[in-house]
């Protein structure tokens, strides 16, 4: 059995922000990231991208094209040797767009739906992760899972710590980028974080 697991944002984590990035041609890795994604994956973690992507509930792109940038992230995170284990995403929003894209779920972050699936279908403990973002939705996540919770300076990450501050919603660790975030578990992690062999 799996314990912990790495929950990692998309947009400004792993790749570079771009708003509601809608073609593959537009997915650029941010420096580190492939790095640390291999590094998690050596210490026995398994890797998970959980993202919002409500630009499909808004009509700026489709499910099919989300397919295909995510085709894109995993080859190009491939050739660098970094695997993940599974993607999952949330296309929809409460306010914007139509039929069934258009609602209240439980999978939009920070609500804890991507994560009770991965944590389902992988056998991984939430308790026993680490979610990483460059938002407050990620660092509410994490503490809506109990999981350790990092922040990325990346992407939005400047603006979003201070509005954690603002909130008053603890941060475990703020991290210049998601290679630091890998250097923070690796100093703190403990060994019910471990897989058990």
Excluded: W
């Excluded at 008053?168 to 403990?190: C, F, H, S, W």
């Amino acid at each position: 059995m799996t314990r912990g697991g790495i929950f990692l944002d998309r947009d400004g984590t792993i790749n570079k922000e771009v708003d509601f990035l809608s073609s593959p041609l537009g997915l650029e890795l941010l420096p580190g990231s492939a790095k640390a994604i291999c590094e998690a994956k050596d210490l026995g973690f398994k890797v998970f991208i959980i993202t919002n992507q409500s630009g499909v509930a808004r009509g700026l792109l489709t499910e099919r094209d989300l397919e295909e940038i995510h085709t894109r992230l995993v080859d190009v995170l491939a050739a660098e040797h970094a695997h993940i284990d599974a993607i999952y995403y949330c296309p929809h929003h409460p306010d914007f767009g139509s039929g069934e894209y258009r609602k209240e779920c439980d999978c939009r972050k920070p609500n804890i739906g991507m994560v009770t699936q991965a944590a389902r279908e992988f056998d991984v403990d939430p308790k026993a992760s680490f979610v990483i973002g460059d938002r407050m939705i990620d660092i509410q996540l994490g503490r809506n899972i109990k999981a350790k919770s990092i922040l990325v300076l990346t992407g939005y990450g400047r603006d979003e710590q201070a509005l954690c501050r603002k909130e008053g919603i603890p941060i475990d660790y703020v991290a210049e980028n998601l290679y630091d975030a890998m250097q923070y578990v690796k100093r703190t992690m403990r060994p019910e974080h471990l897989p058990i062999t």
